[in-house]
C-alpha cells in the first residue's frame, strides 16, 4: 500500500518495498547526567541516507522517490506500540 504520512511517495527502487526504511535523520536530545531524551522532531532531507529494511539497499532520500525535503516528523505519542 503506497505511503501517504512520513513516507509519502517513497518506495524501495530496487525491490518496490513502502518501508519500513531506515534514514539517517537529525535529531536534537535534552540530555543531563542521568542519559537523554528526545526534545525535537526528527528530520531528513533528499540528501539523507536510507536503506530498505526488507532488502538492504541503500542510497539517499531522493533516490526512494521522497518528496520529503525539510519533512519533519514530530513524535506526539511515545507509548506507541512496534509491534
Ligand atoms: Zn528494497
Same mark, same amino acid.
Given at each position: !500500500? ?7 511517495? !517513497?518506495?524501495?527502487?530496487?525491490? /518496490? $518495498?513502502? /518501508?519500513?526504511?531506515?534514514?539517517? #535523520? ?5 540530555? &543531563?547526567?542521568? /542519559?537523554?531524551?528526545? $526534545?525535537?522532531?526528527? #528530520?531528513?532531507?533528499?540528501? $539523507? ?22 519533512? !519533519?516528523?514530530?513524535?506526539? &505519542?511515545?507509548?506507541?506500540? &512496534?509491534?
Amino acid at each position: !500500500m503506497p505511503n501517504e504520512n512520513c513516507l509519502e511517495g !517513497m518506495r524501495c527502487p530496487k525491490c /518496490g $518495498s513502502y /518501508g519500513p526504511f531506515d534514514i539517517y #535523520a537529525n535529531c536534537t536530545f535534552r540530555v &543531563d547526567d542521568y /542519559g537523554a531524551e528526545q $526534545s525535537g522532531d526528527v #528530520a531528513w532531507d533528499d540528501d $539523507s541516507r536510507c536503506w530498505c529494511y526488507d532488502c538492504q539497499h541503500g542510497g539517499d532520500v531522493k533516490g526512494f522517490g521522497g518528496n520529503t525535503i525539510g519533512y !519533519m516528523v514530530h513524535f506526539e &505519542d511515545e507509548e506507541a506500540d &512496534d509491534g
